[in-house]
């Protein structure tokens, strides 16, 4: 199992900035991927950005140029940042952090609010 502790998000103005972070840790192994999912209201769940244990990364197009996602692995722990600039009112959405493999998540986050209004 792998245990993952969102923190971040919150509420901002259109043009502000946001700094979300996720921690796997369990049985986190050394080949891994972790990145965001999001879910608005009324949308379909999609894919935010993602990066890999070799520093791949893939981000939605909608955000790239805006988000950057990186990431920390320790030697017990997975740890990934996403820095959101430029927030506009269409990333309001719930950000759900996962782990797993290259584009596929196994284990979920609980989830953070993300509120970009004015």
């Known amino acids: 199992q792998v245990q993952l502790v969102e923190s971040g998000g919150g509420l901002v103005q259109p043009g502000g900035s946001l700094r979300l972070s996720c921690t796997a840790s369990?049985?986190?192994?050394?080949?891994?991927?972790m990145g965001w999912y999001r879910q608005a209201p009324g949308k379909q769940r999609e894919l935010v950005a993602e990066?890999?244990?070799?520093?791949?990364?893939?981000?939605a197009g909608s955000v790239k140029g805006r988000f950057t996602i990186s990431g920390d692995n320790a030697k017990n722990t997975v740890t990934v940042y996403l820095q959101m600039n430029s927030l506009k009112v269409e990333d309001t959405a719930v950000y759900l952090c996962?782990?797993?493999?290259?584009?596929?998540?196994?284990?979920w986050g609980q989830g953070t609010q993300v509120t970009v209004s004015s």
């Open positions: 990066i890999t244990n070799t520093g791949h990364t893939t981000y």
């Open positions: 996962y782990y797993g493999t290259y584009l596929s998540p196994e284990f």
């Open positions: 369990g049985r986190v192994f050394s080949i891994n991927a």
